[in-house]
């Protein structure tokens, strides 16, 4: 058995950060799925994270939860390849890249691809003025993580650091939608970024088919 077991679906962008960090390490690990949106969140997870979320990664007896700080864990345990610069102020820009997608990006991302990618999989219709409101809102701030991060290697696919692989299945949705195909033509470094980072081994391994899930399978009439 792997000394890294970690709980969360594939389909979990926050799952595929932790995978991401762990494939780049050169690390063994076990996914054990948890599809919450097919079986609902099952009581054991609650055990394993306070409020019952995914990730969770159990190594030697300890069960540790949240992306963030299982990232960090791991770059420190599994020291190689580096995942952090050493110089403090790029350390701290790294830190703030992955706050600014957390709380400025991603809450709209992942409205957007709930109504775009999740309803339609499992037969819904999207809510065009959430869409629209999520597509206002991201052009705005996907503008600002181009100018103040991308541009000036905060995101770096020729330095990756945690950032870049926080960064990577938030933007990997994006891609997905035509809505966010449509506004990475506007913002050439962050396109740049993903199409290097898209062909990365990690990247290429962490991927995921959303439709053979359970419950992304229609019946027909």
């Given at each position: 058995?792997?000394d890294f077991?970690l709980?969360g679906?594939?389909?979990?962008a926050?799952?595929?950060?932790?995978?991401l960090v762990?494939e780049?390490?050169?690390t063994?690990?076990?996914?054990?799925e948890?599809?919450?949106?097919?079986?609902?969140?099952?009581?054991?997870?609650?055990?394993?994270h306070?409020f019952?979320?995914?990730?969770a990664?159990?190594?030697?007896?300890?069960?540790?939860?949240?992306?963030?700080?299982?990232?960090?864990?791991?770059?420190?345990?599994?020291?190689a390849?580096?995942l952090?610069p050493?110089d403090?102020?790029?350390?701290?820009?790294m830190?703030?890249?992955?706050?600014?997608?957390?709380?400025?990006?991603w809450?709209d991302?992942?409205?957007?691809v709930?109504?775009?990618?999740?309803?339609?999989?499992v037969?819904?219709?999207?809510d065009d003025l959430?869409k629209?409101r999520?597509?206002?809102r991201?052009?705005?701030s996907?503008?600002i993580l181009?100018?103040?991060?991308?541009a000036?290697?905060?995101l770096?696919s020729?330095?990756?650091?945690?950032?870049?692989?926080?960064?990577v299945?938030?933007?990997?949705?994006?891609?997905?939608?035509?809505d966010?195909?449509?506004?990475?033509?506007?913002?050439?470094?962050?396109s740049?970024?993903?199409?290097?980072?898209?062909?990365?081994?990690?990247v290429?391994?962490?991927?995921?088919?959303l439709?053979?899930?359970p419950?992304?399978?229609?019946?027909?009439?």
């Amino acid at each position: 058995m792997s000394d890294f077991v970690l709980y969360g679906p594939a389909y979990s962008a926050y799952t595929r950060i932790v995978r991401l960090v762990l494939e780049e390490k050169g690390t063994p690990y076990l996914l054990e799925e948890v599809d919450f949106i097919s079986a609902g969140m099952p009581v054991a997870q609650k055990e394993r994270h306070p409020f019952g979320m995914v990730p969770a990664l159990e190594h030697e007896g300890h069960m540790l939860f949240e992306a963030g700080p299982i990232c960090s864990y791991l770059d420190e345990v599994l020291p190689a390849p580096p995942l952090a610069p050493s110089d403090p102020v790029a350390r701290a820009q790294m830190a703030a890249t992955i706050s600014v997608l957390d709380n400025y990006i991603w809450p709209d991302l992942r409205e957007l691809v709930t109504q775009t990618l999740f309803t339609t999989l499992v037969g819904g219709w999207p809510d065009d003025l959430i869409k629209e409101r999520m597509v206002k809102r991201l052009a705005a701030s996907l503008a600002i993580l181009e100018e103040r991060f991308v541009a000036v290697g905060a995101l770096n696919s020729k330095a990756v650091t945690l950032a870049d692989l926080h960064a990577v299945p938030m933007i990997a949705y994006l891609a997905e939608t035509l809505d966010g195909q449509l506004l990475l033509q506007d913002l050439p470094a962050l396109s740049g970024w993903w199409n290097e980072m898209k062909n990365r081994p990690s990247v290429v391994a962490t991927a995921f088919d959303l439709a053979a899930y359970p419950w992304a399978q229609k019946t027909e009439d």
